[in-house]
């Protein structure tokens, strides 16, 4: 069993930062990806970014350039730092992790950019 604690959603303003953070528990096997996807109401859900063990980085096209993906093993943390926020950016961040058997997924985190 994989356990998430995500941190860092908020409500912001457009334009505005917020800082995402993972931490993952339990049984883990190296190696690992971990990452961030968004849920919207009646949406898809969306690749955000991801970061492998390796450190190959992947991110959804309607946040590259904006958005940071970090990772941090002894900590089994991962971290997204999130600029330029626009209002289309609100949804429910969901932490991810990914080993050999398969993919674990966490509650999520509110993000809401709005004036």
């Known amino acids: 069993q994989v356990l998430f604690v995500e941190s860092g959603g908020d409500l912001v303003q457009p334009g505005g930062s917020l800082r995402l953070s993972c931490a993952a528990s339990g049984s883990i096997f190296s190696p690992y990806t971990m990452g961030w996807y968004r849920q919207v109401p009646g949406k898809q859900r969306e690749l955000v970014a991801r970061?492998?063990?390796?450190?190959?980085?992947y991110y959804g096209d309607s946040v590259k350039g904006r958005f940071t993906i970090s990772r941090d093993d002894a900590k089994k943390m991962v971290y997204l730092q999130m600029n330029s926020l626009k209002p289309e950016d609100t949804a429910v961040y969901l932490c991810e992790l990914t080993d050999y058997r398969g993919d674990y997924w966490g509650q999520g985190t509110q993000v809401t950019v709005s004036s």
């Open positions: 970061i492998t063990s390796g450190g190959t980085i």
